[in-house]
């Protein structure tokens, strides 16, 4: 009997037949460790999208109060304006072992939410302290597996791990939601979150399976505060790198409304059952895909920054669209869209983000895109809720996409500046 050999984490192997296929695309993928690790995550992401179908469903069926649909979104939000401390500490410790971690205990708690669902015990407090205690742990999980990628690929085909890095997530987005929906429609709310917990299984076997090298941060000696500042001073001299960060946490916080309010325009707007929530959010993960396999095609390129003012200037537009439209055809085509140009703009950010940043400082960096995008959505969760409890959910969605659009603009004006930071940062 054989066995494999030990190849080193960055070492390239034969040609995959997808990058075959497909070129440059792939070009990621020719790393066996980075496909492991994708195939883990994907598992692990289809099984989280069951549970944020359910999830919405069954606080909306409990309380039918979009108010309090939108405080779970600030409960779980709240803690990543932690992120960036998240981040410090994340570039102190070893990755895996970070992940490995908080992977496990979030298994734990969809266990657990599955378990008072089916057996009748659940509680909107139960909810809210859940997602609470899940908040915590993605302060530190995002800028963990954010930054693990650069460990699983080489520099060159950084840019390209950080796209199909993502499409993992958005793969599971057309999947997940589609069978989720079934799920839960069939069988409950209580049996999606149970299926969550078992899907953390695939990401913490390929994790403990991965030979990645012991890692040995660099730090400066100083404090996790000092180790913080030194990643904000690093973004601050860099106004370009800012600006785009400024405009991630609008559109964390004001930018997904329709995401929040998604379970409202399914069933007050749109009339469709759990089964066409689902179909909802898969339409999102399509446009996704797309726009992912796009910028892994475009990768070493240099277009990221063309790209994000491209997709901001659309986005506010087609959440507007959205907001107002009757048909559940035309709704899945907008949202289509909407997830496309969400996720150029998500992926192109964190991109040039990683790429400027050296290596001691990119989980804090990286912290920085987790912080933007979520840190700041807690609070727009509860306005946008708040407002859709006065106004109703189409408008507060129609809401958002004009603060998106006038941010767009923002960003078309700054256009040749951040050119500039991008061209020099993937030279």
């Known amino acids: 009997m054989t066995t494999a050999p030990k190849e080193p984490p960055n070492a390239t192997s034969a040609p995959t037949k997808l990058e075959v296929l497909f070129g440059e695309t792939f070009r990621a993928m020719r790393h066996w460790v980075f496909r492991r690790y994708w195939i883990g995550a994907f598992f692990s992401f289809v099984g989280g999208w069951f ?30 304006l932690l992120s960036p401390i998240g981040g410090a500490i994340v570039d102190r410790l070893d990755r895996r072992t970070v992940l490995m971690s908080t992977q496990s205990v979030l298994a734990v708690s969809a266990t657990t939410l599955g378990l008072l669902t089916i057996t009748g015990n659940i509680q909107y407090w139960h909810i809210l302290t859940l997602a609470f205690t899940n908040g915590c742990l993605m302060a530190l999980d995002a800028p963990a597996r954010l930054s693990l990628v650069s460990e699983l690929v080489p520099n060159e085909d950084l840019a390209n791990g950080i796209a199909l890095n993502a499409t993992a997530f958005h793969s599971a987005r057309i999947v997940g939601p ?51 500042s030194e990643g904000l001073n690093f973004v601050r001299a860099r106004p370009e790198l800012s600006s785009l960060i400024l405009h991630i946490s609008l559109l964390g916080m004001f930018g997904f409304s329709y995401m929040t309010l998604m379970p409202v325009m399914a069933a007050d707007e749109l009339k469709v059952s759990e089964r066409g929530l689902g179909e909802l959010f898969s339409s999102i993960g399509i446009g996704s895909l797309f726009g992912l396999l796009l910028m892994a095609r475009l990768a070493r390129a240099g277009l990221q920054t063309n790209m994000v003012v491209i997709a901001a200037n659309l986005f506010g537009l087609l959440v507007i669209g959205f907001s107002q439209v009757d ?30 940043a050296p290596d001691h400082l990119r989980g804090r960096v990286v912290s920085l895109h987790v912080w933007a995008l979520n840190g700041p959505a807690p609070f727009g969760a509860v306005m946008i809720g708040a407002f859709a409890e006065e106004y109703g959910a189409r408008s507060a969605i129609a809401l958002g996409g004009a603060i998106m659009a006038i941010s767009g603009l923002r960003l078309a004006v700054m256009h040749r500046k951040l050119s500039r930071v991008s061209d020099t940062e993937t030279a």
């Open 51 to 80: 549970q944020q179908v359910a999830h919405g469903w069954l606080i909306y069926d409990l309380t039918e109060s979009k108010w309090l649909l939108g405080l779970v979104g600030f409960a779980s939000g709240l803690p990543m």
């Open 327 to 356: 048909s559940p055809i035309i709704a899945k085509a907008l949202l289509a869209f909407v997830g496309l140009t969400a996720v150029t703009q998500m992926a192109n950010t964190n991109t040039i983000l990683q790429l400027a």
């Open 178 to 228: 589609a069978l989720g929906g079934i799920l839960l429609q069939q069988f409950g709310a209580g049996w999606c979150f149970l299926a969550n917990g078992m899907s953390y299984l695939a990401i913490l076997a390929a994790l403990s399976t991965i030979p990645l090298p012991k890692r040995l941060p660099k730090t400066n000696g100083g404090t996790v505060m000092q180790d913080l």
